[in-house]
């Protein structure tokens, strides 16, 4: 069945009007028709069967038969600062997230970071990821909708998840502590906070910075991964230690 997004909750029997881009790809895309039946998800959690009952080029409308009561999508956040990336390398690492079920990604300006923000481009690529994180979603059936924050400093990250229980911070220069290890410690708490540096990785003062706030630096094993290469191996590791890439379904 096809995923459409929908930006508020509903109830049985409620008509609903697409948004202007679930419209179009209903329409254009998917080439659905009259009496063709959605599952629509607002990105909190919730979903509904919804059958098309009115299909034009401008406006698409439905009725909602089922509302659907799920498991949790997601037993445990992961929250991932990830040091902005140059070209479009955070399309992939937001869309590999969004799949993955991390609850929100959060971009850094670091040290080391070469992107810098230019007046009026910020917003058309936090727009951008956005979009992709719909798309993302609305793909592999997940409910809960990746939350891609305004960029922020390193500095700002670390203070505002300071609190967090399991605070992480992939490091190269890391010998002794696995990311298994701190994944094992911690297995009882939430939420997952990392930290992903830039191609040339953290400064010294940096990591010092995140140590002040609580963050445990941590080995990816090794050798050197990329840095989209390390958001979705992390992402995958946190994933399989909750036990979230089991089968789900009544006869699992």
């Known amino acids: 069945m096809h995923h459409i997004r929908l930006t508020a909750a509903v109830q049985n029997g409620d008509t609903v009007i697409l948004p202007d881009a679930e419209a179009h790809y209903v329409a254009h895309v998917l080439r659905l028709h009259t009496d063709d039946v959605v599952a629509a998800f607002d990105g909190t959690g919730h979903e509904w069967h919804v059958r098309l009952t009115e299909v034009s080029h401008t406006t698409v409308r439905g009725r909602v038969m089922v509302t659907l009561t799920l498991p949790t999508a997601v037993s445990k956040p992961v929250i991932l600062g990830q040091a902005l990336p140059k070209n479009t390398k ?4 937001v869309e590999k997230c969004a799949e993955l079920g991390v609850t929100t990604l959060v971009p850094l300006h670091t040290e ?4 810098r923000e230019v007046p009026g481009r910020t917003q058309v690529k936090l727009a951008r990821w956005r979009r992709v994180a719909i798309a993302a979603a609305r793909q592999c059936g997940r409910s809960m909708l ?7 400093s390193l500095t700002d990250f670390c203070f505002h998840y300071g609190t967090a229980p399991v605070k992480i911070v992939c490091w190269e220069e890391e010998k002794k502590r696995s990311l298994r290890q701190v994944l094992a410690l911690h297995a009882d708490q939430s939420p997952v906070v990392v930290l992903i540096g830039p191609e040339g990785g953290l400064t010294d003062d940096e990591i010092t910075i995140a140590q002040g706030h609580g963050f445990l630096p941590t080995s990816l094993g090794p050798h050197i991964l990329r840095m989209e290469t390390a958001a979705i191996a992390v992402a995958s590791i946190i994933r399989y230690s909750l036990g979230e890439l089991e089968p789900q379904g009544p006869h699992a």
Do not use: C, E, K, Y
């Open 146 to 152: 990746l939350d891609v924050q305004h960029p922020q």
């Open 90 to 93: 955070m399309d992939l690492i």
């Open 112 to 115: 080391r970071t070469v992107v």
